[in-house]
């Protein structure tokens, strides 16, 4: 399988990454070369193969259900670019 | 003093407690190194002076209270993915720009509860996507070797590019690193040190930046077998905040050194012998299998028949998981934000501006394929070829193989800006044919120097071992260390 343009330039959009018409084109190539690549995987019979889920075997750990941490509101946001008393800022999403 | 930056951990540990020098006179020789040669290197993207000092000045105090932990003193480099409390923690990206997490990653924290010091984050590729550690935002690390008679700049590996050259031009005692495909091996290979994967779930990845989850695992970089055993010993626990954390109690590690290998079953697996692999590679292989040989072991030639498919499903499920764990960067709750014209253009330019191309190129390939109408086709696809390399592995263990030998990289390390890996990322990404396999069973691997090639530049071996038992490959790999001796670059800067 291959990629065209336009099917770059919508994942690019999905991806949400701002694509110029020439980073389209150049990625297209690129794209191509490691799609290309993996097509191998192909060839290989896996009837009856059950897809990998965990390397290791091992049952997810449960916890109880009880806060254990919490109140660092000031520290959730320190590394934000923009806040206000304790809140993300972003720009405006509802009309 | 400079000559305290020779030391390996085990001997500065011990002149520590013999009180020849301080904690102190340490750390300085080594920011005295760093000062002096980080401009060539640029091995370090920030060097945290003070708090190096102040951690050395407390570890003294703990050395003259008798309250001495393992690592007590020892300076070291830590790689921009894990987390340091107030410190830079960038994955050496730009998106992640200004980043100082409000608090630890476990494997550094074990690492200063053993009271060891903090000499500062190293350079990486970008979200340790690379081999070569030039996807870097803060641009590539040089390699402390050079050809015979060669001023040429050679990539120290990737994507612990920082560490392996940090640890090989002694500008720290050892250093952290992360491997999903070959980033602590390929690296160590290339700079004549030591690196070890450990078993997946035997380091916690809580704190440590994510790039593929299901392949991730940290552990160091060193200067001889014995370091690499004294630090993995700190950064292996057990961690309910790691749901993947496995529930084992971590072993002496160094008790392994000097044990035998009489008796023990080492594998050869023959789809390792690639095409247009040079033939000093092979040479090396067969000087290792003659070394292990000769420590009475016995050598099987085993086969791994999914072998040359590990790559391409590893170009699938990374980049898969990748496009998932970076969708988290979004010019919101840290780091970069480009303004836009509304929220959806707000992220979109903030990303186009904060990832470096080969993320991108990851980002894309995994967003793709996990789409709609190709999820089947690509990644579910990839994650059943997955359970046939590791049922490979399986097999042989099963058949008595205690470890497989192989070669740890396809070459020595190429130029910095090798103008064939700049036009194909398919060949760039072929440096990991060795190593990744590891990744995708999930297994432990550790590099190895075991000799120069006709350029005088270092290569390895790589032994590959069954889940959590590391300490055959410490045992296995002192043995090779002790055969081919240690390498060390001559120095030219």
Known sequence: MSVDVDTVTRVARLARIAVTAEDAQRMTGELNAILGFVEQLGEVDVSGVEPMTSVIPMQMRRRDDAVTDGSKAADVVANAPATEENFFMVPKVIE | MSDLTKLTIAEARAKLD???????????????AIEAANETFNAYVAVTHDKARAMAKASDERLAGGQAGALEGIPLGIKDLFATEGVH??????ILDGFKPRYESTVTANLWADGAVMLGKLNMDEFAMGSSNETSYYGPVKNPWRAKGSNTDLVPGGSSGGSAAAVAAWLCAGATA??????????AAFTGTVGIKPTYGRCSRWGTVAFASSLDQAGPIARDVRDAAILLQSMASVDKKDATSVDLPVPDYTAALGQSVKGMKIGIPREYRVEGMPEEIETLWQQGIAWL???????????LPHTKYALPAYYIVAPAEASSN????????????????DITDMYEQTRAAGFGREVKRRIMIGTYVLSAGYYDAYYVQAQKVRTLIKRDFETVFADGVDAILTPATPSSAFGIADQEMAADPVKMYLNDIFTVTVNMAGLPGIAVPAGLDHKGLPLGLQLIGKPFEEETLFRTAHVIEQAA?????????
């Open chain 2, 293 to 303: 040989k000769d420590a009475g072991a016995e050598i099987v030639d085993i086969t």
């Open chain 2, 18 to 32: 013999a009180r020849e020098f301080t904690a102190l006179e340490l750390t300085d020789a080594y920011l005295g």
């Open chain 2, 485 to 493: 001796g240690r390498f060390e670059a001559p120095k030219w800067w």
């Open chain 2, 326 to 341: 970076l969708a988290r960067y979004d010019g919101v709750r840290y780091g970069l934000r480009v303004p836009g014209k």
């Open chain 2, 89 to 94: 923690t960038q994955a050496a990206s730009h």
């Open chain 2, 178 to 187: 992360t491997d999903t495909g070959g980033s602590i091996r390929q690296p």
